[in-house]
C-alpha cells in the first residue's frame, strides 16, 4: 500500500470538549449539568450495539446508505483528472443532513425526550429534523428567520406537512444567527423534556463531537468504496465547509493517511471584504460564538459580521472547532470559491454527468475543477453533499441578474 499511517490525529476532542484550543463549552452554569447528561448517553450509545443497529438499519433502509461512490467519467476526460463523486445528494430529503439528523432523533428517544427543537436557515436542516422527528413521533419546533421563511418557502411548507411547528423569528437581521439564539433560549425553558438537535458541527460541547460522529459514515464508505474501485487512495479529498459537518464527516476517516492531501472549501461570497464572503477559517480571528470558541468573522469594532454566500447552507460566520484545529496544525488546507465559481460549476455538473448539485456542494465541485487544472491525472474525491433541486429556481434568476450567459 503507497499511503502507510504516519499522522495520529485524535478524532475526538478532550474531556472539556476542546480540540487543541476550540470548542469547549461557554454556556450557563444550569445548562452544564443536562449537557452532561447528554455527553454521558452518547458515549455509551456510540458503543452500544442495538442503538448501533437501530441507526445502521435506518440509514440503511430509510436514508438509503450506502450512497454511491461514482466516478464522473465525463468530467474526469475533459478535466484531465480522476475525479470520483461521494453520493450524498442520493440520501433521502437530499442532502447529507439526515445521517445527523437520524442520529440525533434515535439519541433524544433513548434520553426519554419528547420533542425535539431545531434552528434553520436555508430549511434543509428544519427539513431532515423534522422528518425525524416524524419517523420516531417526537413533537418538533424548528426556528426560523422571518427573511428565511419567506425566501425558503417550499421547505417551510415540507416541514409543515411532516407535522413540524415552525417558529418565526424577527429579532436583529431575522435570519440564522437569529435564529440559533432562539432556538437556544427556548430549550433552555425546555430542556427537560425537550432536546436541542444542531445542524453542523458547531455551538457547545457535545454537539459538534455528536453531530461529527453521525457524519462520519460518509468517510468511512468512502473510503472502503475508493479503495475497492483503485486499490489505493485517493490523492485529494474535497468538501465545502459551512459550519463543517458534511466535510468533517469525509475527512476524518483521511487525516492519518499522511498521503491524502485535503481541501475545505469556504465560500468567497461576493469578495475578501468583510460581510461579503463567509470565509471564516480564511479571513476570520478567534472568537466565541453560540457557546464555543472558534474562528469567527469579525467587523472592525471586533463583533461577530455578517457573513454572506449565494448557497444559505454555508454562510455562517462561524466554523467547526475541528476544522479550526486541523487548520492550526496544519494538517486541511482551506481555500475559497467565489459565488460565480459555484454558479459555473453547478451547470458543469449539470451538464457533463447530469447531476444538479446543490449549490453548497457546487463550491467543491469548482474547487476539484480547479485543482484538476493544476495536477493532472490527480485522483480527485468530491464530497457531493446535496442535490440542487431547492436552488433551481434560484440559480435561473441569479444568472440573469449577474448576467451570466450559460449557452
Ligand atoms: C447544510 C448544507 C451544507 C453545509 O453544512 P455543513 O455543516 O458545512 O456540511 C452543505 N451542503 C448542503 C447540501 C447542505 O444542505
Not at 434515535?106 to 430549511?123: C, H, N
Not at 440559533?180 to 444542531?198: G, H, M, P, Q, R
Not at 458541527?201 to 455528536?210: A, L, Q, R, T, W
Amino acid at each position: 500500500m503507497e499511503n502507510t499511517i504516519q499522522n495520529n490525529i485524535n478524532i475526538m476532542p478532550d474531556e472539556n470538549g476542546f480540540f487543541g484550543s476550540y470548542g469547549g463549552q461557554f454556556i450557563d452554569d444550569e445548562l452544564k449539568a443536562e449537557f452532561k447528561k447528554i455527553t454521558d448517553a452518547f458515549l455509551f450509545y456510540k458503543d452500544d450495539n442495538n442503538f448501533n443497529d437501530e441507526l445502521n438499519q435506518l440509514l440503511k433502509d430509510y436514508a438509503g446508505r450506502p450512497s454511491a461512490l461514482y466516478y464522473a467519467k465525463n468530467l474526469s476526460s475533459k478535466y484531465g483528472a480522476e475525479i470520483y463523486l461521494k453520493r450524498e445528494d442520493l440520501n433521502h430529503t437530499g442532502a447529507h443532513k439526515i445521517n445527523h439528523s437520524l442520529g440525533e432523533a434515535l439519541l433524544a428517544k433513548k434520553l426519554g425526550k419528547k420533542k425535539i427543537i431545531a434552528e434553520t436557515g436555508a430549511g434543509q436542516h428544519g427539513v431532515a429534523t423534522a422528518t425525524a422527528a416524524a419517523l420516531m413521533g417526537l413533537e418538533c419546533d424548528i426556528y426560523m428567520g422571518e427573511v428565511d421563511i419567506k425566501k425558503e418557502k417550499p421547505n417551510v411548507d415540507k416541514m409543515k406537512i411532516l407535522g413540524a411547528n415552525v417558529i418565526s423569528v424577527t429579532s436583529g437581521k431575522a435570519t440564522l444567527k437569529e435564529a440559533v439564539d432562539s432556538a437556544f433560549n427556548a430549550y433552555l425553558n425546555e430542556y427537560e423534556t425537550a432536546i436541542y438537535a444542531i445542524g453542523s458541527v458547531v455551538g457547545p460541547h457535545p454537539f459538534p463531537m455528536i453531530v461529527e460522529h453521525f457524519q462520519s459514515v460518509i468517510g468511512k464508505e468512502a473510503r472502503r468504496q475508493f479503495l475497492e474501485k483503485n486499490n489505493s487512495l485517493p490523492d485529494c479529498i474535497i468538501a465545502c465547509v459551512g459550519g463543517g459537518s458534511n466535510s468533517i464527516g469525509l475527512f476524518d476517516a483521511f487525516l492519518n493517511d499522511n498521503n491524502v492531501k485535503i481541501f475545505g472549501v469556504e465560500p468567497l461570497g461576493k469578495s475578501a471584504r468583510i460581510g461579503e464572503n463567509a470565509a471564516t477559517l480564511t479571513y476570520g480571528s478567534d472568537g466565541i460564538i453560540h457557546g464555543f470558541k472558534c474562528k469567527l468573522l469579525k467587523d472592525e469594532k471586533g463583533n461577530t459580521a455578517d457573513a454572506y454566500s449565494i448557497a444559505s447552507g454555508l454562510d455562517y460566520p462561524g466554523a467547526g472547532p475541528k476544522h479550526c484545529y486541523l487548520q492550526s496544525i496544519g494538517r486541511v488546507e482551506y481555500v475559497t470559491i467565489s459565488d460565480d465559481e459555484a454558479i459555473k460549476a453547478f451547470f458543469e455538473l449539470s451538464r457533463t454527468e447530469g447531476i444538479i448539485p446543490a449549490l453548497e456542494s457546487s463550491h467543491a465541485i469548482a474547487y476539484a475543477l480547479k485543482y484538476a487544472g493544476e495536477n493532472q491525472g490527480a485522483k480527485i474525491l468530491v464530497n457531493l453533499s446535496g442535490r440542487g433541486d431547492k436552488d433551481v429556481e434560484f440559480v435561473l434568476n441569479e444568472i440573469n441578474v449577474r448576467h451570466i450567459n450559460i449557452n
